[in-house]
């Protein structure tokens, strides 16, 4: 039986309908993504141990003796991996603290500029331009001293929990952050001491190893991840430009993979899967896949000229539907071999590109294509 061109229907722009209306739908869910402790900053843990607990029971025992712990497990040579999200209260004064160093780099700039003025003075003691800047200069040794020391209030505020009637040294801008400096170490030792002792009692290991990563630095790394996912659509924006010499396929390539994305990232929010290292692994394999699959189509709808562009554009239509159904019965089995075996970075990857390659199959055939297939019907009219 032959299958029907769809592209032969005279309402064929109505198709368009289908990944605009997926794109509205993903941009719903995208704000309720979660990160993982890889963005949101957390501890990794790698046990020694002979343990064959069930990975999802050992999940939930982490959850109930570590509060808030939003734990991960995977398997790891000789061992396990234990992934927990950051202390709240920890990351707090994290964040106090880093305030309290940049308040100190600015208080010293601003004591060296008061310094330095107020030695010009002895020399000059009528000049009121110099005695307006000394002034200022002093005023904003008041401002981040004061700034300074509400920075690190605010960290031993956030600490208390773990340090009750803990006070800070005031003699000084540099013995207050020593203190501040003090208190976090002391913190984060007791708190590793705490989790290390939780994870005793669940399951017997040998040696550990504990790695923290802080909540800024998370953050930094998401904006770099950022960064790069739109330098790399502007990158392939202007080499796709260069290939046709004309913005609407152009136009249609970099919507395309824009699209693969958004819907894949709707995807992640409405079942759940978090946004990590290995949630945006599989993203940027997303990206390369559908522009793959649009310039295909747009090379062969433009450029080859056998047969009409509605046939062009089906038979291309043939060729990656097959390119994709292998994509997705590959992705498919690591995806639920990823769920019975639970390995989270796996199931995150192959959760995220199938998610992707169903959008890809949307925005691309009833999308791109058809926005392709109706600029090269409306050049040819106008020839």
């Known amino acids: 039986m032959q299958v029907p061109n769809i592209y032969e229907s005279r309402h064929y722009k109505l198709y368009v309908i289908i990944p605009i209306a997926m794109l509205l739908i993903s941009l719903y869910f995208i704000p309720k993504i979660q990160l993982d402790s890889s963005l949101r900053g957390g501890i990794t843990i790698t046990l020694q141990s002979n343990s ?45 603290l880093l305030g309290a160093y940049s308040y100190y780099g600015n208080y010293t700039q601003a004591r060296y500029v008061a310094t330095s003025l107020s030695s010009l003075l002895t020399s000059q003691p009528n000049n009121a331009t110099l005695q307006a800047d000394l002034a200022s200069a002093n005023a904003n040794v008041s401002t981040y001293l004061s700034r300074l020391n509400s920075s690190i209030k605010g960290e031993f505020s956030s600490l208390s929990a773990m340090l009750p009637n803990s006070t800070y040294n005031t003699t000084s801008p540099e013995a207050m952050l020593n203190s501040g400096k003090s208190a976090l170490s002391r913190v984060n030792s007791m708190y590793e001491d705490r989790v290390i002792s939780a994870l005793h009692s669940i399951v017997p290991f040998t040696t ?44 249609t390539v970099v919507f395309g993979a824009a699209n693969d994305l958004i819907i894949a990232l709707g995807a992640m929010g409405f079942f759940g899967i978090p946004l990590g290292v290995a949630s945006i692994g599989g993203l940027l394999m997303l990206v390369g896949y559908s522009i793959d699959t649009d310039i295909l189509s747009a090379m062969k709808v433009l450029k080859r000229h056998e047969g009409t562009p509605e046939e062009r554009a089906f038979s291309t239509l043939k060729t990656g539907m097959t390119m994709t159904t292998t994509a997705l019965i590959v992705f498919s089995i690591l995806f639920i071999v990823s769920y019975v075996s639970f390995i989270p970075t796996y199931f995150e990857i192959s959760g995220v590109v199938l998610a992707g390659l169903v959008g890809d199959i949307l925005a691309t055939w009833f999308g791109n294509v058809v926005l392709v297939l109706w600029y090269k019907k409306r050049k040819e009219r106008t020839r």
């Open 52 to 96: 064959s607990m069930d990975q999802r029971q050992l999940v939930s025992l982490v959850d109930s003796a570590i509060p808030g712990a939003e734990a991960t497990v995977a398997r790891a040579p000789g061992g396990v991996s234990v992934t927990i999200a950051s202390n709240a209260s920890i990351s707090n004064a994290e964040a106090y």
């Open 208 to 251: 550990y190893s504990y790695q923290t990563v802080t909540a800024t630095l998370s953050n930094y790394f998401l904006g770099q991840v950022f960064d790069i996912i739109i330098m790399s659509f502007i990158v392939v924006g202007i080499i796709v430009l260069f290939v046709f010499r004309n913005f609407i396929p152009s136009l």
